[in-house]
Each structure stands twice: as structure tokens, then as C-alpha cells.
């Protein structure tokens, strides 16, 4: 089902379906699957609820949001594969990648709206509605840029970036003005970033980015 396309293009960027559907059925997926976990585990083994640990529940926030970005960093490395289908020339690419990782984006933060709601006071959980995608578009444009450099230092900045997250949640839950505050900052970061890629793309050389070999593996399965 997440592999149901709607378009050629689309699909050999992402790596599965672009239609809706397969994009709903894949950010639930991403944003569910552990709170779903957590919880049945509890109801089944320990007799309780969900985990009430700050950290636990300030993970099952941020953490699918970093694995959707580590899916959508790869639409720079698959362009050399969807190359021959892409119905634009080397100007408008950029705005073919951004659409493609904003619909995704923008379907996971509806998606993980009701888990804000689920575990966060209402205040936080709006307050988490602007810094959780401004944070996501900040790590896209973050990783799109040093995509040319060692995954090790990529992968570095993403954790630093979630472990910062987590933490400023857990401090602050209850304060959330400090919430948007770190919002505003990371959408003004990545408006900012978001033209260096862009000025990037035009010179970027598409033929030199290919898939890890641990991705490309997987993908074949």
C-alpha cells in the first residue's frame, strides 16, 4: 500500500509511492508505530497506560519525525536514478525535491498532531505544532546541504539536533513560550538555509550522489 504511485517521478525520488494514500498509510507508520507499541506493551504486560517517563514521551515526539527526514534526505541521492523522468531541467529541480519533501512533511505533522495532543498539555502541544516541522524543514535543508560530506558527520548533527530536542522538551513542557521561541528560531534558520541549498542545487553534480549500500540493499528487498 505505501508503494501505490502516482506518478513516475515522484515515486523513483521517494523510494515508494507518492500518491496520498501511500503517503498517509507511510507517516503513520513512521509516527505511530512506537507509541502503539509502548502502549499495548503496557496494557498487556504491565497492567498500566502509557509510559508517564518525560523522555519516553518526549521520543515517541521527535523520533519518527528524524526517521521521515532520514528517508527524505535520500531524494537528493535518488535524482541520478529518476533522472531521465524528471519533467523539469536542472533550474526547477530543487522545487521539484522541496514539493515532494514538504507534502511528505506536511501529511506527518497532521499526522502527528493528535499525539501532541495525546501527550503534551494543550498549550505544548500547540507550542510543538510550530517547532516540530520548523525543526523537520531546518534538518531537511541541514542534511541536503552536507550530503556530499561523511554520513558519520550528518548523522552526528541529526542526533545532536533530536537529543537537544528531547531535552528542551522535557525542560520546558510546561513553559511553553520557550517552545516557540525555539520554533521561530529553527523556521528563520531554515528559510536562511533553505537558499544556500538552493544556490547549491545549480551547481550540485547529481551523477556523484548514490544511495549507501545499506540503503540500496534494503531497497531491492
Known amino acids: 500500500m505505501t508503494r501505490k504511485p502516482a506518478t513516475l517521478s515522484g515515486s523513483l525520488l521517494l523510494g515508494q509511492g507518492d500518491s496520498l494514500q501511500a503517503r498517509i498509510i507511510r507517516n503513520i507508520a513512521y509516527c505511530w508505530y512506537l507509541p502503539a507499541f509502548m502502549l499495548l506493551w503496557s496494557v498487556f504486560f504491565t497492567q498500566g497506560g502509557m509510559p508517564e517517563q518525560p523522555f519516553l514521551r518526549a521520543l515517541f515526539i521527535f523520533f519518527p519525525g528524524f526517521i521521515l527526514i532520514e528517508q527524505l534526505t535520500h531524494l537528493y541521492r535518488r535524482v541520478r536514478r529518476a533522472w531521465l523522468h524528471l519533467p523539469v531541467g536542472r533550474q526547477q529541480l530543487f522545487t521539484v525535491l522541496t514539493h515532494q519533501a514538504h507534502t511528505e512533511l506536511s501529511i506527518a505533522t497532521l499526522i502527528v498532531s493528535p499525539l501532541l495532543f495525546w501527550l503534551l498539555p494543550a498549550k505544548t502541544a500547540i507550542a510543538m505544532l510550530l517547532l ?4 523537520m524543514l531546518f534538518c531537511l535543508y541541514l542534511s541536503w546541504r552536507l550530503i556530499t ?11 545532536t539536533l533530536q537529543l537537544l530536542s528531547i531535552l528542551a522538551l522535557i525542560f520546558w513542557d510546561q513553559q511553553p513560550g520557550y517552545l516557540v521561541i525555539i520554533g521561530a528560531f529553527f523556521a528563520s534558520a531554515a528559510l536562511w538555509l533553505k537558499k544556500h541549498v538552493r544556490a547549491h542545487s545549480y551547481t550540485q553534480d ?15 528487498r
Open 149 to 159: 560530506v561523511s554520513l558519520l558527520w550528518t548523522g552526528g548533527a541529526l542526533i
Open 132 to 135: 516540530w516541522p520548523s525543526l
Open 206 to 220: 547529481w551523477a556523484q550522489l548514490k544511495m549507501p549500500k545499506v540503503q540500496s540493499a534494503w531497497s531491492r
